[in-house]
């Protein structure tokens, strides 16, 4: 086959690898109309995550029923960080086995089409094609690959890298009669127990370790950490180790810094992140949307619109590697039983020393590259704490005349009613609820009402 030809073995994107950031990707490119090959060798374990409830709205907002992916209903999130019983947001518990492939099923749904196997190799094709080679031998030619193969993506040669984890886990019984998760910090790591509240549980520990190295024993080291006096206190008893473990790297990595054009990495593929940020699903269906106007720009093909591409998706890679693996450290800093034990400090120290959000940076006004109607664009933003990248809207409202007229009211201030009329007299109620919402979250309505 010719690597230019438009035979059944051409396709418009071809995505490597069916996690979440691969299928959502193909099922969102194959309901823009576009031809899409999506290629999953099918061969992940079956494995519990929590899932945040965001990332079920999101889909459920993207047309897809969380119960039908294999979405558990959410569960109490309990927590024993710094000794101390916490109960959290909540998460999902899904079987990533059965969701994966529900997610697949999804994308070739929407007019994907699947091929179960192992891509060998990304290679370059005639006139900007590019060529998967399959482990069978087949050949398949896409204008665009997309590479979503997660932690065994080939990495990028520019990365930094956490401290090398290892995550075990495995399926115990339980006697509990209601679901929830339960996290657990010991000397050697920390311990995530998913009770199902119908007699299955998951266990999983992170601890220091590679799951290439060999000569562990996993099982011992899971044992030595269940006999913990913290694992006991905090299930009440000592539990057992899984018989079957299944091991996973789970390094906190930044494999693709910058943009590369005929190969964009999605998902894990281009930043690992550490499983207790909980934040890892919700990455990769964010990276999968934003694939979306990263390839219409470099369709487009100007330079302009190439240097959007790349200035946007670098910008998002280096916003949510930094700003999770600084908020991550955060969190380990916060556990001061086992600041001077080797799992804790290395973690206590990485990536740096530098904050995780701009403390006391207040509100700045800037430029972005942003995404409106599908299309990257330039635009003005305004910087906040919380989104130093940049918000350009807030409930579909323009921000940065409002924040400018704010400013320019000033001492002498204004209502909120006239601020309305001024910037945003269009606005329906619940747009203009969320806006006063988002403005009292940066303390600008007290501020501005102080003086109505
Ligand atoms: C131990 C552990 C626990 C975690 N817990 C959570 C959690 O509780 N909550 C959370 O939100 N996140 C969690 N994460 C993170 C989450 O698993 C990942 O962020 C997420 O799966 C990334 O999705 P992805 O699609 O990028 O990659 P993956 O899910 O890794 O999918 C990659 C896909 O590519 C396929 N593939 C790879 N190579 C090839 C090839 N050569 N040819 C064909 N197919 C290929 C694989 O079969 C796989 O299906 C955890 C991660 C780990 C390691």
């Given at each position: 086959m010719g690597a230019t030809g438009r035979d059944a073995n051409a396709f418009d994107i071809g995505v490597v690898g069916g996690g979440p950031a691969g299928s959502f990707a193909a099922l969102l490119f194959a309901r823009a109309g576009r031809s899409v090959v999506l290629i999953d060798s099918d061969t992940a374990k079956p494995r519990i995550e929590g899932l945040s409830p965001r990332v079920a709205a999101l889909f459920a907002r993207h047309g897809l029923d969380p119960q039908a992916l294999g979405i558990g209903p959410r569960v109490t999130r309990r927590s024993f960080w710094s000794g101390t019983a916490e109960t959290g947001n909540g998460e999902h518990l899904v079987e990533r086995q059965a969701f994966d492939r529900a997610l697949r099923s999804a994308a070739s749904q929407a007019g994907a089409h699947f091929i179960a196997a192992q891509v060998k190799t990304i290679e370059t094709g005639n006139e900007g094609w590019r060529v998967l080679c399959l482990d069978d031998g087949e050949q398949i030619a896409v204008r665009r690959a997309i590479d979503a193969?997660?932690?065994r993506a080939p990495m990028a040669s520019e990365r930094v890298r956490g401290p090398a984890t290892l995550t075990v886990g495995g399926w115990l019984s339980s006697d509990a009669a209601s679901a929830a998760t339960t996290t657990v910090p010991c000397r050697d790591g920390w311990l995530w127990h998913a009770d199902f509240g119908d007699g299955r549980a998951w266990l999983q520990a992170s601890f220091d370790g590679k799951a290439e190295a060999g000569g562990v024993d996993l099982a011992a080291r899971v044992e030595a950490m269940l006999g913990s006096d913290e694992a006991r206190a905090a299930f009440g008893r000592r539990l057992s180790c899984p018989a079957d473990l299944l091991a996973r790297n789970a390094d906190t990595v930044l494999a693709a810094p910058e943009l590369d054009p005929s190969h964009i990495r999605i998902g894990d593929a281009a930043v690992g992140l550490d499983?207790?940020?909980?934040?890892g699903m919700f990455w990769a269906i964010s990276s999968a949307l934003a694939a979306v106007p990263v390839i219409a720009a470099l369709d487009e093909g100007t330079p302009e619109a190439i240097d959007l591409a790349k200035r946007f998706y670098a910008e998002r890679i280096a916003d949510t590697f930094w700003r999770q693996a600084r908020v991550g450290r955060d969190f380990y800093r916060?556990?001061?039983?086992?600041?001077?034990?080797p799992y804790w400090a290395a973690r206590r120290a990485f990536?740096?020393?530098?904050?995780?959000h701009a403390e006391g940076a207040g509100l700045s006004i800037g430029r972005a590259v942003i995404v409106e109607n599908n299309r990257l664009c330039e635009r003005a933003v305004v910087r906040t704490e919380q989104n130093p990248a940049g918000v350009a809207f807030v409930a579909g409202i323009p921000i940065v005349p409002v924040i400018e007229e704010i400013g320019r009211r000033g001492a002498c201030g204004a209502g909120l009613e006239d601020l309305q009329k001024t910037?945003?007299?269009?606005?329906s109620r619940d747009q203009a609820a969320a806006l006063f919402g988002w403005l009292d979250s940066q303390g600008l309505i007290a501020r501005n009402s102080d003086h109505s």
């Open positions: 193969r997660g932690r499983p207790l940020s909980g934040h916060l556990e001061e039983r086992f600041a001077d034990a990536p740096d020393d530098l904050p995780s910037c945003f007299p269009e606005a």
